[in-house]
């Protein structure tokens, strides 16, 4: 009957879409109503820095999936083209995840959701249930879902559809010998919002001052649509009541999906965990999107900064909350580590944080540094610092994050932090020559934020032109 044994888990991965942890009750939002989520923490341990690799979808999730930087498995912008049907191109061919692993160990694996990785009506190896998004976002009524079959008609509130078909999946799996691994990758809280998000939860937030997201004069770097910010709508209260009732909708889909858990008596052997693709930013800075919001792209912490809970009772300490920095690209050896495969040496740069999650008093994984990139834009953060270098000419960045926790005064200018600047420029040059590769490096792409439509193979021509900047969606 599904796993039994925490040592051998089931895992439940529930993957947001553009949601930053500012947005979550745990995290110290007033506001926002997310009490599942918020359980969730309270029953298992929060890391509050925890970095996607990239600060716009695909390259996140891509890595997510390969422990791989964009600069190596090549996915380096969010892919506008050729999602589905014959000519659909999946751009992770050839390249290993951690659910080829999981499939290999026995597990039996479902997706449901946005994939957004290409050829998304083609389930991947060892899938034994996929309903995916046909693009990356959309309408939250109506969307194009594709299952092993092909279209399907899916009318409803899709955070609603996507919840019913994992609980479905988990139902099913309960009476299987096999342990499951489920994916479930809601589009929310992606925009569209205004009009968009059952009354239920647009009414939570109709009083609502919104004083966690202070609208701050638009940020230089933002291009502007009719005179709005190029990731937000028109009708700014309106978008902020949308965000957030997406948010709380995709809670009480959170909150549906762990009751189908404990119906099935499957708590105490199911490793939950919720996190998100990317962060964004509501008004933080100016700013209403991610990575791609504005041109040169930004690696503020609003954008690389993402929620991440976990939750194994008896194996991952309840109320535990820690700020080790940690990246996406560590979570592929954990995950291996604590399904009983081991960590195992992988393909990228990260390593296991299992003995975190665990409690473990000794793990030493006091990670001082890590690093995010969006094409020729490149990021390291330390405990106390963030430098942020754009090839070939700039600008560049530096933060003291400790003086500075919001990131409004560059120092990179600043005479007394050159020795500081120039340290950190090289740790940065070094560790992205350790951990790229020729055929894929980021530096020297023409990544604007505006969508990749081509896999590398096919040239620099597998991204749009900035000049088309303004024009696309940013998914």
Known sequence: MASRDPER?????????????????????????????????????????FFCTSPVCSPARASLLT????????????????????????????????????????????????WHLGANDRPRPGFVRWLAHAGGGGPYHGAPLHDEHGP???????????????????????????????????????????????????????????????????????????GHPIGGEADTRAALEGYFAAVSAMDA???????????????????????SDNGFSCGQHGIWGKGNATFPQNMYDESVLVPFVARLPGRVPAGQVSDSLLSAYDLAPTLRELCGLGAGPGSGPGRS??????????????????????GPVRMLRTRSHKYVHRYPLGPHELYDLVA??????????DPDHAGLRAELAAELDAWFRRHTSRDADGRVLPVTGAGQVAPLSEGTGAFREAAQFRAVPRY
């Open 9 to 49: 888990p089931n895992v439940v991965l529930v993957l947001a879409d553009d949601l930053g942890p500012w947005a979550l009750g745990c995290a110290g939002n007033p506001e926002i109503r997310t009490p599942h989520i918020d359980g969730l923490a309270a029953e298992g341990t929060r890391l509050s820095r």
């Open 67 to 114: 422990g791989e930087m964009p600069s190596v498995h090549g996915v380096h912008d969010y892919l506008d083209a050729r999602h589905v049907g014959p000519d659909g191109t999946d751009f992770l061919a050839g390249r290993r995840s951690y659910t080829d692993d999981l499939a290999d160990a026995g597990y039996r694996l479902g997706l449901v959701g946005k």
């Open 152 to 226: 399907v008609d899916a009318p409803g509130y899709v955070t609603d559809v996507l919840t019913d078909a994992a609980r479905q999946f988990v139902a099913a799996e309960a009476d299987r010998p096999e342990p499951f691994y489920l994916s479930l990758h809601y589009t929310a809280p992606h925009s569209p919002w205004k009009g968009h998000h059952p009354a239920e939860y647009t009414d939570l937030y109709a009083d609502c001052a919104f004083d966690s997201v202070p609208q701050e004069p638009t940020h230089p770097w933002v291009p502007l649509v009719d």
């Open 253 to 275: 889909g959170v909150g549906g999906l762990l009751a189908e858990v404990a119906a099935q008596e499957l708590e105490e052997s199911t490793l939950v965990i919720f996190t």
């Open 353 to 374: 944080f299992a003995g975190l999650l665990r409690g473990d008093a000794d793990e030493g994984h006091d990670r001082v540094v890590v690093f995010d990139e969006y």
């Open 404 to 413: 500075d926790p919001a990131e409004r005064t560059n120092l990179v200018d």
